[in-house]
């Protein structure tokens, strides 16, 4: 899993390529602990590259939305992979989460507030 950040408008970009799995999952928390942690501008995690993703995966993805809440930050995921996609209606989770189509939708919605 290849993880890049960086700031975009009005938000943190991370985009996420690979698998998320057991073994990853970890090193996702870890990049999604510290932007939540530090930065007070809104989350967009672009998942179009993301070729795999279990319930660890959605574990960390739900965490980082229930922080971002309590906090009072904004968390969206962009251009889910058909795998994600449809691993989160599986999961009946796609209501849960701010998806936008595409990159540039999530961006429009950042600059929004």
């Known amino acids: ?38 930065e007070r501008t809104s989350l967009v995690i672009d998942l179009s590259s993301v070729r795999h993703m279990d ?14 809440r309590k906090h009072g930050r904004r968390l969206l995921l962009a251009s889910l992979s058909d795998q994600v996609r449809m691993v989160l209606e599986l999961a009946r989770l796609q209501g849960f989460f701010s998806i936008a189509e595409d990159l540039e939708g999530a961006l429009r919605l950042c600059r929004a507030g």
């Open 1 to 38: 899993m290849n993880i890049r950040r960086e700031a975009r408008e009005a938000c943190e970009l991370l985009t996420v390529e690979g698998d998320i799995d057991l073994s990853t999952s970890p090193s996702l928390r870890k990049h999604l602990e510290g932007i939540l942690d530090r």
């Open 55 to 68: 319930s660890s995966g959605i574990a960390v993805l739900i965490e980082a939305e229930r922080w971002a």
